[in-house]
C-alpha cells in the first residue's frame, strides 16, 4: 500500500513488575495488524535456532518450535516504532533486530531460557552488544488453545485476583507466574541490570496442549546492530 500511515493505536499498560521491570500491555497490535502478521509469515516457517556459544544458530531440543524473520514492511515499521516509542524516544531503530515470527503446534515449546546471552561470540560490537528488553507478542490463538503460557518461573505470582485475567491463576505458588496466550497482548521486559543479563527474567514457552499459537520476539539491542543483522526496510 503506497503512503500507508500507521494508525493511532491506543492502548494501555500495567507494570507487573518494577524490579525486574516487566510491564504488561493488552492490545498491543491492532487486529488487521495481527492478521497481516499471519499473512506475511504463513509458509516462511522454519524449525527455530537456538544460538550456541560461538554465536551460530542451531537447532534444540530446547526449542522445538518454528520461526521466521520478518520483512520490515509498512506494516512491521508501525509495530517496530511503537515497540521503539514504549521505551523512550532515544533508541533508534538500528537497535532492533529483525522482528521474529514463532509458531507453535500440539506439544512444541521453548524451555526455560533468557533472552540475553552469556558468551561474548553473541553479544560483540556487530550485534549491537546484549539484548537489552524484549516483547513477546501473542498475535494469534486458536480459541480452544491449551497451554502455551510463557512462564516466568522465579518472578513471583501476582497477589490481586484481577490479574488472573493475563496470567493462569491456576497454577501453584511456586511456579512463578504465567502469563496466558491472549491475541494482540504482549509482554515486556528488560533483560539487563547494570549492563548484565539478570537472571530473574528466566522464561519458558509453555506446551500448546491443544491448539497452536502464534508469537513474535521484539528484541532490542543495547547499541546499533550491523547492517546485515538488522531487517531492511521494504
Ligand atoms: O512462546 C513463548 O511464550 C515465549 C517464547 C520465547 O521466550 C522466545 O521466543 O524467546
Ligand atoms: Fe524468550
Given at each position: 500500500t503506497p503512503n500507508y500511515t500507521c494508525p493511532h493505536h491506543l492502548y494501555n499498560v500495567q507494570i507487573f513488575?518494577?524490579?525486574p521491570l516487566i510491564i504488561y500491555i493488552p492490545d498491543f497490535i491492532t487486529v488487521s495488524e495481527a492478521s497481516h502478521l499471519q499473512t506475511i509469515s504463513a509458509n516462511r516457517f522454519?524449525?527455530?535456532?537456538?544460538?550456541?556459544?560461538?554465536?551460530?544458530?542451531?537447532?534444540?531440543?530446547?526449542?522445538?518450535?518454528?520461526?521466521?524473520?520478518?520483512?520490515?514492511?509498512?506494516?512491521?515499521?508501525?509495530?517496530?516504532?511503537?515497540?521503539?516509542?514504549f521505551q523512550g524516544y532515544d533508541i533508534p531503530r538500528t537497535h532492533l533486530e529483525p522482528l521474529q515470527a514463532v509458531q507453535?503446534?500440539?506439544g512444541e515449546n521453548y524451555k526455560p531460557h533468557t533472552d540475553w546471552f552469556t558468551s561474548d561470540a553473541q553479544t560483540t560490537p556487530s550485534f549491537g552488544g546484549n539484548r537489552a528488553t524484549s516483547f513477546f507478542v501473542y498475535v494469534a490463538?486458536?480459541?480452544?488453545?491449551?497451554?502455551?503460557?510463557?512462564?516466568?518461573?522465579?518472578?513471583?505470582?501476582?497477589?490481586n485476583e484481577r490479574w488472573c485475567e493475563y496470567v493462569n491463576c491456576?497454577?501453584?505458588?511456586?511456579?512463578?507466574?504465567?502469563?496466558?496466550?491472549?491475541?494482540?497482548?504482549?509482554?515486556?521486559?528488560?533483560?539487563?541490570?547494570?549492563?548484565r543479563g539478570d537472571q530473574r527474567t528466566l522464561h519458558a514457552g509453555l506446551p500448546v496442549q491443544r491448539g497452536e499459537k502464534l508469537g513474535m520476539n521484539?528484541?532490542?539491542?543495547?547499541?546499533?546492530?550491523?547492517?546485515?543483522?538488522?531487517?531492511?526496510?521494504?
Open positions: 513488575s518494577e524490579d522454519t524449525s527455530s535456532q537456538v544460538a550456541d556459544q560461538t554465536g551460530q544458530q542451531q537447532l534444540a531440543s530446547t526449542r522445538t518450535s518454528r520461526s521466521t524473520s520478518l520483512e520490515s514492511d509498512q506494516v512491521v515499521q508501525c509495530i517496530e516504532q511503537r515497540a521503539l516509542q507453535y503446534s500440539l490463538a486458536s480459541e480452544d488453545i491449551v497451554g502455551g503460557g510463557t512462564q516466568f518461573p522465579l518472578l513471583d505470582a501476582p497477589k491456576d497454577a501453584g505458588w511456586d511456579e512463578g507466574v504465567t502469563f496466558r496466550p491472549i491475541p494482540r497482548n504482549a509482554v515486556f521486559w528488560r533483560n539487563l541490570k547494570g549492563g521484539i528484541w532490542t539491542r543495547e547499541r546499533e546492530l550491523d547492517l546485515q543483522y538488522r531487517s531492511e526496510t521494504i
